[in-house]
């Protein structure tokens, strides 16, 4: 069983940028998908980004390509979302997840139904 723990979520200005860490313990990382998703009030949990295993391979949601980014450290069993030109729509909770699908191509581990761990989440608040 691997935990998850985010960090890194705050307040900040439309335009700002924050970095956000997802740490593990209990198994390595690199056995598993890894992916952010994020959810608003009153709103489904959305897909922002996935980084396959090697960190050699990345899938971002469309509203976020071109000013988020997901990268992985095997050595610091982390993985971060860096997220640039931030907008009031990008407010929400932020969730670090882990997949073990071997089998799902990356572009199609999109739905909260295929990861199967998962952390507590961390705010992320842009002011306009």
């Known amino acids: 069983q691997v935990q998850l723990v985010e960090s890194g979520g705050g307040l900040v200005q439309a335009g700002g940028s924050l970095r956000l860490s997802c740490a593990a313990s209990?198994?390595?990382?690199?056995?598993?998908?890894m992916a952010w998703f994020r959810q608003a009030p009153g709103k489904e949990r959305e897909f922002v980004a996935a980084?396959?295993?090697?960190?050699?391979?990345?899938n971002l949601g469309d509203s976020v390509v071109g000013r988020f980014t997901i990268s992985r450290d095997k050595a610091k069993n982390r993985v971060w979302l860096q997220m640039s030109n931030l907008k009031p729509e990008d407010t929400a909770a932020y969730f670090c997840?882990?997949?073990?699908?071997?089998?799902?191509?990356?572009?199609?581990?999109?739905?909260?139904?295929?990861?199967?761990?998962w952390g507590q989440g961390t705010q992320v608040t842009v002011s306009s």
């Open positions: 980084i396959d295993r090697r960190g050699g391979g990345t």
């Open positions: 209990g198994r390595p990382l690199s056995n598993y998908v």
């Open positions: 997840a882990a997949a073990l699908s071997w089998t799902i191509p990356l572009p199609l581990l999109t739905t909260t139904d295929e990861y199967e761990h």
